[in-house]
Nanobody, 119 residues
Framework: QVQLAESGGGSVQPGGSLRLSCAAS????????WGWYRQAPGKQRELVAS???????NYADSVKGRFTISRDSAKNMVYLQMNSLKPEDTAVYYC?????????????WGQGTLVTVSS
């Protein structure tokens, strides 16, 4: 079983920055994709950014050039650096890990951390 714990959310003014962190514990052998999703009030959860073991990253068009996903494999951490934040970035942000674990595809979600961008 994998447990995820996000941190780093909070309130920030437009144009500001935040850095989200996600700590993974448990057996992560087989996990290949580390990602961040978000869900705004009244909207569906959407992919923000993901990174594959080996370093290939993918971003939603709405955050390209502003957000950066990174991993620290030694610490089993994944980060989301968010710059030039906009009010439309307001959402609960979730960390998600996925991969083949014990010959089965598995997904693990964190509990979420709230990001509020407002003046």
């Amino acid at each position: 079983q994998v447990q995820l714990a996000e941190s780093g959310g909070g309130s920030v003014q437009p144009g500001g920055s935040l850095r989200l962190s996600c700590a993974a514990s448990g057996s992560i052998f087989g996990i290949t994709v580390w990602g961040w999703y978000r869900q705004a009030p009244g909207k569906q959860r959407e992919l923000v950014a993901s990174i594959i073991n080996g370093g290939s990253a993918n971003y939603a068009d709405s955050v390209k050039g502003r957000f950066t996903i990174s991993r620290d494999s030694a610490k089993n951490m994944v980060y989301l650096q968010m710059n030039s934040l906009k009010p439309e970035d307001t959402a609960v942000y979730y960390c998600k890990l996925s991969g083949m674990v014990s010959l089965m595809f598995r997904e693990y979600w964190g509990q979420g951390t709230l990001v509020t961008v407002s003046s």
